[in-house]
């Protein structure tokens, strides 16, 4: 359960973003994604996020200041602007969000896709590192209040549908809890 967080928290260390400084996040929807909305938002940073067009009230909600369904093939041509940095937690994502990074600015794909560097643009490949204090800091964010998840509660006979989805993404950015 704690991986996704600290990828989030990861991912936003190796971009090296500041406040005022403007993000594209890929699968903004997801778990990885919507923390790290929340995250960056909370640093300052301007957060554009893609999503379905479903789940745009509940980013806006997080702190995306503009979200951008994916379902578009032309998603890109929507945003505005260019970005100091882009988190790919989509796969299939980095080469679309390449072109819309700063030259200089950098491009972290959580799913091994990230395109060659270009124009000085730095594009790691984040493979998450166990880290305690990281996770017991996002913990206690989350114990607070101040970050946010959102559950899915399913009768426990629906396990091994909610294990299906889970294995496929299609769980919405939610966590699935299982009750009984």
Not at 13 to 37: D, K, M, W
Not at 83 to 91: N, V
Request: proline share 6%; net charge neutral; glycine share 10%.
């Amino acid at each position: 359960m704690g991986g996704y967080r600290q990828a989030a928290w990861q991912a936003l260390a190796t971009l090296e973003l500041r406040r005022r400084q403007r993000l594209l996040i890929t699968n903004g929807a997801g778990n990885t994604g919507s923390l790290a909305i929340q995250l960056a938002a909370a640093m300052g940073i301007e957060v554009t996020a893609t999503a379905s067009a479903a789940a745009t009230d509940r980013l806006r909600g997080l702190g995306a200041a503009q979200v951008v369904d994916y379902h578009d093939q032309d998603w890109p041509d929507q945003v505005h602007g260019r970005f100091d940095g882009a988190l790919t937690a989509a796969t299939g994502t980095a080469a679309a969000a390449m072109p819309l990074v700063r030259d200089g600015g950098r491009l972290c794909s959580l799913t091994f896709d990230a395109p060659a560097p270009e124009r000085a643009i730095t594009t790691p490949d984040l493979t998450v590192q166990p880290d305690a204090t990281q996770l017991a800091e996002l913990a206690k964010q989350l114990s607070e209040g101040t970050l946010h998840l959102t559950p899915e509660p399913l009768p426990l006979r629906e396990g091994p549908t909610a294990l299906t989805r889970a294995e496929a993404g299609r769980t919405g950015g939610r966590k699935i809890v299982l009750i009984p």
